[in-house]
Structure formats: C-alpha cells, structure tokens
C-alpha cells in the first residue's frame, strides 16, 4: 500500500497515516470492539449481511480515527468513527453491493491474516498489490493511483532534492511490510533505517531528527505537511525517481471471484476525477489536530 506518509505524539496517534501493523492480540481486541459497536448498527439497514472491510484507521488521508461522527464517517468502536478516502471508497462499495458497510480496525500486519480467517470480507487501506501479496489473496483493478515521494524537515539539506540518489548518505525510514520500505535500498549509499511499526512511528523519527527522510505516497504526505508547515515534500524529476507501483487495490480472498467481480464493476463506476476529488477532500476534511 503509497502514509506516506513537528507532530506531537497524541496527533500521530490518532492521524496517520501508503500505500500502506502490530500484535495480533491487539488486531483481535481491535476487531472484536469493531464488530460489537457496528453489529446493532448495521441491524435494520438491510436483509444483507454487512460488507466487513478492513483497514488501519491510522493512515490519513486514506484512513484515520476520529471521535466526531461526521458524513462520511462509519463506526468503529462505541465512541471512535473511521474517516479518510477508504472509508468513502468502502462505503461507495458496500452501497453498490446493496449491503451495509461494517468497518473493522486492524493492525496493517493482520490485515491479510484476518482476511484469510473470515474475520473480514475485503482490505481497503491504501494496500498494493504485489507478487507477494497475490500468492496470499486476490485483488480488484487499482481505485488510486499516487506517487512516491520523501517527507524531509524543510530546513533539511535534502529539502531540495531532484532525485533518488540526492539521498545517498541519508537515514531514511519507511513503515513496516510495505513498499515505501522496501524501495529505500534503490537509494545508493543510503543508509537504510530499520522500518517503523506504524507510519506515524515513522513521522516522530524524522521530527526528533533520528532519520532525513520517511517514504511516502503524496497523498499521505500533503496531509503531514498540511498539518506540520516544519516538514516538506520532496517530489522527484521523471526518471528519477522510485521504481514501483504506485497503485492501490481492494483485496479479497482468492476464492470470493463473486465478490471481487462486483467490487470490479463498482469501481468500474467511478471516474479518475471522482476519486482525484474524493481523495482531496479526504486531504481537507482530515482534523488538523490528529
């Protein structure tokens, strides 16, 4: 998945922040609160069973938490709301279907796991796929695509880079089991900090200055920079900039051929520029507190 993308620890926390992980324990607990507040919700909206789609909720603007239901909000907890991009592209999704959408908090390094043990029917968080990945689950045509690019302090010497290898000598962090970290090694002489957990982890790094840069995709990035003007985007010339793919798709089990068929054509549905604009107003509507 592109999150990615100073803040304060309280306003990572509850934020970030693709394209874009913890303890299974804690993907449980997570879990089982989400189906409990979104059960009684999902009662009396339709005969269908809820389409339960998983996410981090700590991704903005794909996803994030939030204590203030809103109108694109969906419940996650008796007093949390899931917000962001993915949650208006799961939404739109579950509308399409005719059944009610049921959002669950994961851990990123669960989110497939729970996928393949039914706990949820689809991924949507800002996830890309990959030959890895595919060996795992199936996945839908891409809903967005991004850019890579790097978050840096904006006094950083690396502020004005044009390219990758302007970063040669730099400490440079991504968040765990996804392709922002995995492309840091493409940086020669780079050296290459060990992954960040979370994204947010990732962002505290660069702002306590332990790391130059983090990996992120633009849309995670401009909503960082919005909220913290001490950080800046780094976007690179045509050419030179990260080999990989910078797109993100649904994920469902590999035998949900149905279900992955419809998700296909509701997708199908919405324009390039409808989801250019959800995305941006995802990118305004993301708290500037969090």
Not at 4 to 13: D, G, H, R
Not at 96 to 122: E, F, H, M, T, Y
Not at 158 to 175: C, E, K, L, P
Not at 208 to 234: C, F, K, Q, R
Request: charged share 25%; glycine share 6%; proline share 4%.
């Amino acid at each position: 998945m592109k999150k990615s993308m100073l803040i304060t620890a309280a306003v990572l926390s509850a934020a970030m922040l693709l394209g874009a992980c913890g303890s299974s324990s804690s993907a449980a607990s997570s879990s089982a609160a989400s189906s409990a507040a979104q059960t009684e919700a999902a009662e009396g909206d339709s005969s269908e069973e809820p389409l339960r789609v998983g996410m981090e909720c700590n991704y903005a603007p794909f996803n994030w938490t939030t204590t203030e239901e809103g109108e694109f909000t969906q419940p996650i907890s008796g007093t949390d709301y899931a917000d962001g991009y993915d949650v208006v592209i799961a939404t739109k999704m579950a509308e399409a279907l005719g059944r009610p959408v049921q959002i669950v908090k994961l851990d990123w390094d669960n989110l497939i796991l729970s996928l393949q043990n039914d706990q949820i029917d689809a991924i949507i968080a800002g996830m890309t796929d990959t030959p890895e990945r595919e060996q795992e689950v199936a996945f839908t045509s891409p809903y967005y695509e991004s850019e890579e690019v790097i978050i840096v302090k904006s006094d950083s010497e690396y502020a004005d880079a044009a390219s990758i290898q302007d970063f040669s000598g730099a400490v440079v962090q991504g968040q765990m089991n996804t392709i922002y970290d995995e492309v840091i090694d493409q940086i020669d002489g780079v050296t290459h900090q060990p992954a960040a957990e979370t994204f947010p982890a990732a962002i505290q790094a660069l702002q306590s200055g332990a790391v130059d840069g983090v990996v992120s995709e633009l849309p995670v990035a401009n909503g960082v920079v919005e909220a913290n003007p001490d950080l800046s985007i780094v976007r690179f010339d045509e050419g030179k900039g990260f080999e990989a793919d910078t797109t993100v798709s649904i994920a469902v089990r590999k035998e949900d051929t149905e279900l992955k068929d419809q998700l296909d054509e509701a997708l199908s549905q919405i324009s390039a520029d409808e989801r250019n604009e959800l995305m941006q107003a995802a990118v305004e509507r993301q708290p500037a507190s969090e």
